[in-house]
C-alpha cells in the first residue's frame, strides 16, 4: 500500500465491534412479494410496535428516527423491563434495540437514517443471531459503500468513519 492507505480486515471488525465474523452468512431474501403493511404487521409481530405509515419508506427501508423516537417513548413512559416482564415482550424489546443497533452502527446507510427491513427477518430466531457472521457482512457492507463512495467521486463512506480512523494513526 502507499503511504496513508489503510484497509479494514475482519479481525478490525470483530475487535472494535465485538460481534462474530464467523457463523452462517447473511443472505439478503428476496421479499418483494411482502407490502409495507405486511412489514406493518411483522415489526408488530416481532417488536410490539407497529410503525405507522411515515416509518416505512417505499416498502423496505425503516426511518431509524422514527425507531429512536419509539424507543425514546418508552423510556419516557417508565415502560422498562424487570423481573417481572414477560419473555415474549423481552424478546421484543430485544429485537427493537437490535434493529436500532444494525441500522445505527452496523450497518448505517449514507443518510444515517434508514434501514432495510431485511434485517428484520435475520433477527426472528433470537437464538440463532450469534450463529451468524454479523462481522462478515458489516465489512463486506463496509467494502460496497467504499466501492459506491469512489464511483460517485465522494467523501461519504457511510458511518465507518470510526475505523477509518483507528487505523490513520497505526
Avoid at 55 to 77: D, F, K, R, Y
Avoid at 90 to 104: P, S
Avoid at 129 to 146: M, N, P, Q, R
Wanted: charged share 20%; with cysteine.
Amino acid at each position: 500500500m502507499r503511504t496513508g492507505e489503510c484497509t479494514i480486515t475482519l479481525r478490525d471488525v470483530e475487535v472494535l465491534y465485538g460481534i462474530p465474523v464467523d457463523g452462517h452468512p447473511l443472505v439478503q431474501r428476496n421479499v418483494k412479494n411482502i407490502t409495507k403493511s405486511r412489514w406493518q404487521e411483522l415489526m408488530y409481530d416481532l417488536t410490539g410496535w407497529l410503525p405507522g405509515e411515515e416509518a416505512i419508506i417505499g416498502n423496505t427501508l425503516l426511518v431509524i428516527t422514527q425507531l429512536s423516537n419509539h424507543l425514546g417513548t418508552l423510556i419516557a413512559n417508565n415502560d422498562i423491563i424487570d423481573e417481572h416482564t414477560d419473555g415474549a415482550e423481552v424478546q421484543k424489546r430485544v429485537r427493537l434495540y437490535l434493529l436500532w443497533l444494525i441500522g445505527g452502527n452496523i450497518f448505517p446507510d449514507n443518510s444515517g437514517s434508514k434501514l432495510s427491513l431485511h434485517f428484520l427477518l435475520d433477527i426472528i430466531d433470537l437464538d440463532a443471531i450469534g450463529g451468524k457472521a454479523w462481522g462478515a457482512a458489516t465489512l463486506s457492507y463496509l467494502y460496497s459503500c467504499l466501492c459506491r463512495a469512489l464511483m460517485a467521486n465522494s467523501r461519504d463512506v457511510c458511518g465507518f468513519i470510526a475505523l477509518l480512523q483507528v487505523h490513520e494513526f497505526q
